[in-house]
């Protein structure tokens, strides 16, 4: 019991933290992908609490009639909270910070 107070103090205080930090000046910091450094190890997928972060399969038939299949992992910045959580889980540093949003209108600066 004692534990999953602690879990919902800190998820609590973390949520008031980000509602802070964004009502400061309105803006809250996001993320974006590298595709050229990304591996596609999907690390970065499980740890957005916010399903910000998405993979996507495309199947390309080339003209020689092999079979590709290609993916990308993309952060809707109108989901990504700013958190950190994908920067800090890729192996391969190809999460960046991306810019800042405004909180208001959802606009990339």
């Known amino acids: 019991m004692r534990k999953w107070i602690a879990v919902l103090f800190f998820f609590t205080l973390g949520l008031l933290f980000l509602n802070i930090s964004c009502q400061n000046n309105n803006t809250y910091q996001v993320y974006k992908i590298d595709q050229t450094k990304c591996h596609r190890c999907h690390q970065c997928v499980p740890k ?5 972060i998405t993979y996507t399969l495309d199947v390309v038939d080339t003209i020689t009639g092999e079979t590709l299949i290609l993916g990308s992992v993309k952060i809707d910045p109108k989901k ?16 960046n910070t991306g810019g800042q949003v405004d909180g208001t209108t959802g606009a990339t600066r």
């Open 80 to 95: 990504c909270v700013g958190c950190g959580e994908c920067f800090r889980a890729c192996p391969y540093h190809a999460i």
């Open 48 to 52: 957005c609490g916010f399903n910000a």
